[in-house]
């Protein structure tokens, strides 16, 4: 048995890049920034969130565990808002990470909140969202999820099919008040990020082609509708975008439709709905943009295309999902076995997997990790996180440079955890879903708790 380390690289199919840079044993214990939620500390090794020891939350509320700073996701509600202005809205797309806690903090930091089930629009209306300050997405929306949505006065519908125009037809026939549709549009722009993250090519299921001319016939149709209201257009060409290229399409194609809609109409669209997508860093590769830049960049896309056609420039909105819920969460584990696989890397299993964090068998997505727990002196070692599950596609972190006195019972921590991981969680293997505990100002509380096995047994009745 004999441990990778440092310099030795992995010498297999599945390896680090040649040039991957083996991390120097004290790089061991510094925190990779703009990765880990802002108020995360490093101190003899032992990390803090929000002010509070790890080991302190991992001994009160078990692992894994996920650690969710308040603070971070309330000023990144407040750095969005800056940066896009008084003139544009910022709604928090709920599908990233859907508790009541987070849509009250995001509320009351002034974001909008965006939905897309009727499960989720039921967690915003009992979190005390302002109905007029939620859109309802889905691509598939029920003739209930759609009443319901229309009887809780949503501030938005976003029509993503024919057959939802005409269920909405039925729904608001002889109504007094009229709901505000935005349609959905499919840009055919090709997002460059994972195939599964990219939603304006043609080939996929989300809204109506401008390629073949759905979208403006969709357009027609609720313009048509007596009980709906036409405001204006929605585009989403994916999610974790680096770069504002694919934007600049979007907004162009989509500004060509809005010249239309006012030629054929003589309506010009009060309001351009340009999504969420906006990438984080996951690891020191990832070189993501500051949202200052970005804001500045897409309101600049807009202004400029808007005025090329000739067109009043209509309220922009965005709805971050991961810019504003990602980096706030860590997720910490218990280091279980520990195997070497000799002359390859060294196999950490920990006590979670790819129930709570289905991202790397889904998208390959790539993060880091430390030893939170203590500090350690021993050189690094190449090594894979790996979950507790039956598949060997459960890997947690695929390449990690972990200390080599590396034990049992040890707290790893994975940072950039808070989008897409517990929203995405399963049961697989019946194993229950971890809870999510916030951390403020060094005081810890539960915000969604540790389903139980009990819970798992009750939906089993036999
Ligand atoms: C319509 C829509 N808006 C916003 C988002 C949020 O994306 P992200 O979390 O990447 O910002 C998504 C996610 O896929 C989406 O489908």
Known sequence: ????????????????????????????????????????????????????????????????????????????CRDYLEAFGPDSHVFYAAKAFC????????SSQGLGVDVCTGGELEVALSAGVPPAQITMHGNNKTLDELSRAVSAGVGHIVADSFEEIARLAYLTEGATTRPSILVRVTTGVEAHTHEF?????????????????????????????????????????????????????????????AVRIRDEHGI?????????????????????????????????????????????????????????????????????TIKDV???RTYVSVDGGMSDNIRTALYDAEYVCALASRASAAPPMLSRV????????????????????????????VPATGAYCRSLASNYNHVSRPPVVAVSSGAARTIVRRETLDDLLSLDVG
Request: hydrophobic share 40%; glycine share 12%; net charge negative.
């Open 342 to 344: 000799d002359g390859l």
């Open 386 to 413: 790996v979950g507790r599950h039956c598949e060997s596609g459960d890997i947690v972190v695929r390449h990690a440079y972990l200390p080599s006195d590396l034990a049992p019972g040890d707290l790893l921590a």
């Open 197 to 257: 993250m990219a939603t304006a090519h043609d080939d996929q299921k989300f809204g109506f082609s401008l390629a073949s001319g759905a979208a403006d016939e969709a357009v027609r149709r609720v313009i048509a509708c007596p009980g709906l209201s036409f405001a204006g257009l929605h585009s989403h060409i994916g999610s974790q975008i680096f770069d504002t290229a694919g934007f600049e399409v979007a907004a162009h194609r989509v500004v060509e439709l």
């Open 99 to 106: 508790s009541r806690a987070v849509l009250r903090w995001v």
């Open 268 to 336: 010009e669209i009060a309001e351009l709905d340009l999504g969420g997508g906006f990438g984080i860093a996951y690891t020191d590769e990832d070189d993501a943009p500051e949202v200052k830049e970005l804001a500045q960049n897409l309101r600049d896309i807009v202004d400029g295309q808007c005025r090329l056609a000739g067109l009043a420039r209509p309220r922009l909105t965005v709805e971050p999902g991961r810019g504003i819920v990602g980096p706030s969460t860590v997720s910490l584990y218990t280091v279980g």
């Open 1 to 76: 048995m004999s441990r990778v380390a440092h310099p030795a690289g992995p010498r297999h199919g599945d390896v680090l890049p040649a040039d991957h840079p083996p991390a120097a044993p004290e790089d061991l214990n510094e925190l990779h920034p703009g990765i880990w939620p802002r108020g995360a500390r490093r101190s003899g090794g032992v990390l803090t969130l929000g002010g509070v020891d790890v080991r302190d939350l991992a001994a009160e509320f078990g692992t894994p565990l996920y650690v969710c700073d308040e603070e971070d996701i309330r000023s990144r």
